[in-house]
């Protein structure tokens, strides 16, 4: 009995231990389903460098583009905004077509800014164009030779133009009581002024001082008595003269964006022409015998005068949102003999030009 006992005591033990080993194998096998298979020292290596290899390549890929980034927005300020050459290419297109405003606005391509605006006489039918050049020979004799003078030589356009300046900006109430500091910033060539051009008749002496001094100097080396030179007051007078007798005498010199292309804003000045009364644009170029597109404001010749409402501030501009086609866009050229531009203010929708190319334009309405 005892060693029957004995074997059924070792039977028993034999089974717990298959039992166990058969426990432990099912336990590795639901590990490895979890845990995926076990990797040896060597392998964990390899996948660990093959990571940081990636890492890296994405690391250098992004300061690549970085690099990319940083060298495209180098070019692109390398390559300066040069108004000369964007002109060049423009066509002025000065037999335009008439535009229509009213249907227009009706289709919603464009949107005035002031309400009940009203709509005048028919240019299309009476006109062949609505704006007109001027000779600055043409305000005085010929024999100063002033369209001449005034595009071959730079250092007296600008000295005109900064003595102008001057001479408004000194006569001009609104200015006395500006501090030195603001005065110097207002009168900085890249500043546009404003103010009015009329002379009063009745006035004792001279109010364009600047100016006719510049105008002596310029016309004595000439051979020209002085007392037989025009003065500064002479020249306003001879501009304000085609303004006409119920212009606003309003003056400005406008300098503007001249850095980069911009959008054209159509508008009017006034919405109103009181008497035929006009603007005259005075084109102050940016080279010697310059000829081409840039300098004067762009036009649209309305085939329907535009007018404000009765109630509306004359000094206040009658704004338009929209774009007009290409096809009705002229761009006045400036050339020599051709330094004044002039037109109606309800004749045309006008804006800056998209490139400027000048060294400022002086508007007198």
Known sequence: MMIVHILLLLANSLFQVTAFV????RVAATTHLHAGPKTTGGEGTLRRQRSDSRSASAQRLAQRRKDQQEEHHLKKKEVSFDGKILTSNQNTNLDAPFFDLESAIISSSLRCMTPELQYGEDNETSKT????????????????GFSERFNADG??????????RQDVFETTPFYANLSEKAAS????????????????????????KHTTRVLQNAFQDTGHDISSIPTGDDLFRAIGKLCG????THFIDIFGVQDRIINHSWHLDAGCSPGGCRTVLWGFPPEKDYSGCGVFSHVVSLKKQCLAPPSHNRMEPLLFEGSVPEDFIVRPPYEKGMELLM???ID??????DVAYRTSIMRFM
């Open 22 to 25: 058969a426990s432990a194998n």
């Open 129 to 144: 164009r609505v704006f007109e050049y001027m000779s600055l020979d043409d305000l005085f004799e010929a024999k100063f």
């Open 155 to 164: 250092d007296f356009r600008n000295q005109l133009r900064s003595a102008i």
């Open 185 to 208: 910033i207002l009168l900085l060539p890249d500043s546009s002024l404003e103010g009015s051009w009329r002379i009063r008749d009745d006035a004792q002496e001279l109010r364009m």
């Open 245 to 248: 007798r119920q212009a606003s």
């Open 343 to 345: 037109y109606r203010d």
């Open 348 to 353: 045309v929708l006008h804006s800056a030009p």
